[in-house]
Nanobody, 115 residues
């Protein structure tokens, strides 16, 4: 499974960004896709996941601000990020799960929120 993420950038606090992740390769058995983020000097943390049936889950800090969705082709996942805060600054990684955990990772896209 190959994942290609895009859509990061620099935005002011309160602004919005939309991340995209396109999956290719052996995608027929994907059970879930998700987004993680890693701030400088910190561990990589889960942000949001969405299952193949469309069930979404979020870390508490982004609930009500972020939305994870899947494209009609089921091979693309989006992360709409609204009301961004400086603490959302991180490298965001797309991830895919084929039933044994999130084992597949995209290259990461930088999101920087200025105050």
């Amino acid at each position: 499974v190959q994942l290609q993420a895009s859509g990061g950038g620099l935005v002011q606090a309160g602004g919005s960004l939309r991340l995209s992740c396109a999956a290719s390769g052996s995608i027929f058995s994907l059970t879930a896709m998700g987004w993680y983020r890693q701030a400088p000097g910190k561990q990589r943390d889960l942000v949001a996941t969405i299952t193949s049936s469309g069930s979404a889950n979020y870390v508490d800090s982004v609930k009500g601000r972020f939305a994870i969705t899947r494209g009609d082709d089921k091979n693309t996942v989006y992360l709409q990020m609204n009301s961004l805060k400086p603490e959302d600054t991180a490298v965001y990684y797309c991830a895919a799960n084929r039933g044994l955990g999130f084992q597949y990772w995209g290259q990461g896209t930088q999101v920087t929120v200025s105050s």
